[in-house]
């Protein structure tokens, strides 16, 4: 059985950092696309960043130069690193496994996800 667990959301001033973590069961985080996605209220989930299996990266726009994503193999961890954060960064995220090699542009895996966390709220204030 799948579980993909997130934590480290929480509440921070604009201008703040929160690291995200996403704990993998039942799958290895090495074996596939991992992707990090983001859904406010009355908006569309959408894309913030991807690692490939090939530990290519893709980041959306708005998170280019704030973001980092990276995976630890040996934890089964994928992580999301956020800094200079923006009250419109606020939103529950996500993680999601894909079953594919390498990402696309706009912090996108290339295929749909397989298998998505129950998400982590983060709350900018300004």
């Known amino acids: 059985q799948v579980q993909l667990v997130e934590s480290g959301g929480g509440s921070v001033q604009a201008g703040g950092t929160l690291r995200l973590s996403c704990a993998a069961s039942g799958l290895s985080v090495r074996n596939y696309c991992m992707g990090w996605f983001r859904q406010s209220p009355g908006r569309e989930r959408e894309e913030v960043a991807a690692?490939?299996?090939?530990?290519?990266?893709s980041y959306a726009d708005s998170w280019k130069g704030r973001g980092t994503i990276n995976r630890n193999n040996t934890w089964n961890t994928l992580y999301l690193r956020m800094n200079s954060l923006k009250p419109e960064d606020t939103a529950m995220y996500y993680c999601?496994?894909?079953?594919?090699?390498?990402?696309?542009?706009?912090?996108?895996?290339?295929?749909?996800?397989?298998?998505w966390g129950q998400g982590t709220q983060v709350t900018v204030s300004s």
């Open positions: 999601a496994a894909v079953d594919s090699y390498s990402v696309i542009s706009g912090g996108r895996c290339y295929a749909r996800p397989a298998y």
């Open positions: 690692i490939g299996r090939n530990g290519f990266t």
